[in-house]
Structures are given as C-alpha cells and as structure tokens.
C-alpha cells in the first residue's frame, strides 16, 4: 500500500463510451500525475498537477481530459478511445515537482496500483 | 527527446545468484532512480542517485550513477524469489524546467527457486 488509490481497477469499454478513472492519495501531496504503461514501451507521463494547476501535458491526445478538483483527487475522462489506448494507466503523487527541491522525501512520486484498461 | 537503453530486457536466473542491469542514455541526466513493479500494483521507489559516482546500497541492492552522468546499473546480491518483478530505471534530464522522468522499458526478472 503506498497510500494512493485508483478505481476502478479494470475497465473494458468501447469506443463511442464515457468513462471515467479516479485517483485518490491522502499523503499531504501537493503534486499528482497520470502515466500511461503500455506492453514493452516506457512509462510514458501524461499530464502533471501542482497544488491543483496542471504544469504539463505531454501532447496527449483531446480524448484524455484531466481534472483536478483539489490536491487529493485526481480523474481522467475519457472519451471515444481507440483501441491503441488500451494500457495501464498510474496516477502518482508527491509532495513536490522533481528537480524543485533536491530532496529525495520531498520529490519521490508514489504510485498508485493502476487501471486496467481495455477498449474494444 | 531523451530515451533511456535498459538492458537486459529479461533475465532468468536461480535463486541465490547476483543480479546486474544497466541504463544508458546519449543525454545527461542529474537524477537516477531505479523502481521495481510486481504484478498487479504501481511502480516502487527502491533507490534514487543525485550526484555522478555515487554508491548507494539499500539491503541487498545496490546502485550507482555512473561518472559521465549517462548511465546507472543496479545489483542485486543473493537473489531470492520475491525479488520477481520488472525493474526500471529513470532518469531526470539535466534541461531546465522539465518536471519529467524518462523511464527506460524495463527489465524482467525471473528467479527459479
């Protein structure tokens, strides 16, 4: 348990659905990401929160909209996925962005277990 | 952008043997973390590298950030089978203003018992 939880655990949806994925941390961070795990590629970061502002978005498609209504909850909408978006997808928190504090407590991201997803 | 080379991409190994894989990028990077994911969960912090040459252990794992800035391997001593998962390394580039990791694609370990 690393204190940062995702549901649902898996999803199957078609193309033309409306779904969406829930992250949840109540360690006091102030930072939250989404990362996309799809078979034999890297880790790939979606999108980046900070005390509630979005600070990145990795040129991810319109389809994958963020929300983050406050430092403890993180969603993805998703919305007329194809089937290349079928991967797990992580949410991460920590308490600071990298490279902002040098601290390795203060920065290192804690994920969550994922979202299977599959789209049909 | 920056790629991370992580190598090797699968190992089979028996139990009670050292374990040793590496990253490699063209680009310099001033952090080095190495993660490891079992089945079924998220990635988990096991050792993390800030400055070029350093040593760091944590229990039988050890990792080093190697003097260029370009490359970081990771050992495993005495393996033993809960040490299955994949493991992956991570870089922080050097240029400003970037919040991103680069993660390399991982390498998967199997430990016959």
């Known amino acids: 348990e690393t204190g940062v939880t995702q549901t649902p655990r898996h999803l199957v949806m078609g193309m033309t659905n409306k779904k969406s994925l829930k992250c949840e941390q109540h360690?006091?961070?102030?930072?939250m990401y989404w990362y996309k795990q799809s078979a034999k590629k890297p880790l790939e970061l979606m999108f980046v929160?900070?005390?509630?502002?979005?600070?990145e978005n990795n040129s991810v498609p319109s389809r994958f909209s963020p929300e983050c209504p406050n430092s403890s909850h993180l969603f993805l909408h998703l919305h007329t996925l194809q089937p290349e978006d079928s991967a797990l997808y992580l949410c991460?928190?920590?308490?600071?962005?990298?490279?902002?504090?040098?601290?390795?407590?203060?920065?290192?991201?804690?994920f969550g277990p994922g979202t299977r997803l599959l789209v049909l | 952008g920056q790629q991370l080379n992580q190598s090797p991409q699968s190992m089979f190994i028996q139990e009670g043997e050292d374990v040793s894989m590496n990253c490699t990028s063209s680009?310099?990077?001033?952090?080095w973390l190495w993660y490891k994911q079992e089945p079924g969960e998220g990635p988990v912090l096991l050792i993390a590298?800030?400055?070029?040459?350093e040593l760091t252990s944590n229990g039988r794992l050890t990792a080093q950030f190697g003097i260029t800035r370009k490359d970081s391997f990771l050992n495993i001593s005495a393996s033993i089978p809960s040490d299955v998962g994949i493991y992956f390394c991570?870089?922080?580039?050097?240029?400003?203003?970037?919040?991103?990791?680069?993660f390399g694609k991982g390498t998967k370990l199997s430990v016959i018992p």
């Open positions: 991460a928190s920590s308490l600071a962005l990298p490279g902002t504090s040098g601290s390795l407590v203060v920065e290192t991201q804690y």
């Open positions: 991570a870089g922080r580039y050097s240029g400003a203003g970037s919040y991103q990791l680069t």
């Open positions: 680009s310099i990077f001033n952090t």
């Open positions: 360690l006091g961070h102030n930072a």
């Open positions: 590298l800030y400055k070029a040459g």
């Open positions: 929160y900070n005390f509630k502002e979005q600070t």
